[in-house]
């Protein structure tokens, strides 16, 4: 097997444009199970390890820009998890501490797996996957780069290169459910973002549909019962009924880690949880 190991974006961007066959290597955490279970064994590595412009993060202009390297550890730590707080809640779940060590935020967008734990969290900031290749640089919001179960808009000869995340200020949550507390792929999870200054309310559900979920039926209902000035939601039947909306928008199925009925019903308990401990 041959392994690239590039020390500069350029580099590795040269590679892929070179070869575009080389499968791309940032943590690890996925691939290598599939590697040790045979059911994936490629030619060719290219190991983005050693590119330290990928680990780089950044504030500027009201966004927080985080390089696709910048590992789960890292956005736990109090600097990014300040600007981000629902990112780091959401990062705190992710495997053990030897994958969180590991495990990079390109890496999980990337995969694009259905129950990525950063996936939900993302998708209610309204995240902004930024590309690049050789000859050219795009941009997409998380909602439009994943297009489905392992899909996305990435091309053979492109690499992630970052994630633009905007920096908000009200509350924000994520909540997970698996089928024990620790270290475990999710049967549902959820995020809960709000922008009081906006009158603004995201909430995103991840693993219960192929690909990450808005709730915009229940994010209009909720909006229009909350006590802006107060920040209260003004009765808890409104939090009932949003946790309904929410659990309507998902669209589970059944399988070896959960039942859909169940999905349902965590999805409902999730989002009123979110909003009591938002508001």
Known sequence: MI?????????ALGVRFLEPDMHVLAGGTDFMVEMNYNQRRPEAILSLRHVDELREWR?????????????????????????????AQ????????????????????????PAGDTLPVLSALDAVV?????HRARSFPISEFVTGVKKTRLTRDELITSISIPVTDGPQEFLKVGK??????????????????????????????????????????????????????????????????CSAAAMPIDDHRSTSQYRRHAISVMAQRAATRAF
């Open 130 to 134: 930024n590309l690049k290749s050789v």
């Open 180 to 245: 024990r507390n620790a270290m475990v792929i999710a049967v549902a999870n959820l995020a809960f973002v709000c922008n009081p200054e906006r009158r603004h309310v995201a909430c995103a559900l991840g693993a219960v549909g192929p690909t990450i979920i808005r709730c915009t039926d229940a994010e209009n209902f909720i909006r229009e019962r909350i006590d802006w000035r107060r920040r209260r939601v003004r009765n808890k039947e409104d939090l009932v009924r949003f946790g309904d909306l």
């Open 59 to 87: 504030e500027e202009d009201g966004m927080l820009v985080l390089g696709a390297g910048v590992r789960f550890t890292d956005i736990m730590e109090t600097e990014i998890a300040m600007l981000a707080p629902a990112l």
């Open 3 to 11: 392994v690239s190991l590039p020390t500069s974006l350029n580099e």
């Open 90 to 113: 959401a990062a705190r779940t992710v495997g053990s501490p030897q994958i969180r060590n590991t495990g990079t935020i390109g890496g999980n967008i990337a995969t694009a797996s």
